[in-house]
């Protein structure tokens, strides 16, 4: 990878400075009955304790009583690649005792509609990210006591560093916190940046199984490889399916 392409990945991570949620869309793929889209969510900094089953929860809530699409049952927390398009490692801080730090992640949902709706995959996609941004501008009112109660039971670590860095944050000067935050992030211009690579992010175990599990397949779609691997310009550039295993986490 070029001192530029790296140049240009960072600036573009760097707009995590900002209040505004990025996302990344991929490239379509198509198995025999859907078409499917992979969209990796990245949040400001500032509301990095904002997570995947979180944001989950709360949508699966807004459908309740209608069937929930397949884009938020699949929402998920997805570990990153080291470089963008590069070789197959975790993006990793190193700590000051000279151990790696836990894998960095980005929320990642899956969009799929029915071959005879494709016309209207973008149209549903602008939905789905409509929705996200609706729900929770909409209701913050409510949602950071949620938040609150939420991480409570699911993640107790992210309470106690709070509370630990900032005697003075009680329970009330946290909900205002959050209420601040989700405020400022899900009303804040949002930014799309379309036909990324799989790999721009991907490990190749996880795309992997998006090929075999979504699509349905198990070699490359020679026809979308520039979609899944994006600097690749030779065939021996591209890892073997068979032989790509899972990422071992240390």
Avoid at 190 to 199: E, P, Q
Wanted: proline share 3%.
């Amino acid at each position: 990878m070029s001192s530029l392409d790296l140049k240009q990945f960072k600036k573009q991570l760097g707009i995590r400075k900002t209040d505004s949620i990025v996302y990344f869309l991929s490239g379509l793929f198509e198995s025999s009955d859907c078409i499917y889209r992979v969209v990796f969510m990245q949040l400001p900094n500032h509301i990095w304790y904002l997570k995947a089953p979180f944001i989950k929860m709360i949508l699966e809530n807004e459908f309740d009583g209608n069937e929930v699409p397949y884009w938020v049952t699949s929402l998920r927390e997805t570990f990153i690649r080291k470089q963008p398009h590069g070789p197959n490692q975790l993006d990793r801080t190193t700590k000051n005792n000279g151990e790696l730090g836990y894998p960095k992640s980005i929320i990642t949902f899956t969009h799929k509609v029915s071959r005879t709706a494709s016309s209207l995959e973008r149209h549903s996609l602008s939905y789905a990210i409509a929705k996200i941004h609706n729900t929770f501008a909409n209701n913050v009112s409510r949602l950071n006591e949620v938040l609150h109660s939420w991480l409570c039971e699911n993640q107790r670590g992210i309470i106690r560093y709070f509370t630990e860095k900032w005697h003075y944050l009680d329970q009330e000067a946290l909900l205002i916190k959050f209420k601040k935050d989700i405020n400022k992030t899900f009303k804040a211009r949002r930014v799309i940046n379309t036909d990324i690579a799989l790999d721009y992010f991907l490990l190749d175990w996880d795309i992997k199984k998006f090929v075999k599990n979504d699509i349905g397949l198990n070699h490359w779609p020679k026809s979308k490889l520039h979609y899944i691997y994006g600097r690749s310009r030779e065939g021996s550039e591209i890892p073997e399916f068979g032989r790509i295993q899972k990422h071992t986490i240390k």
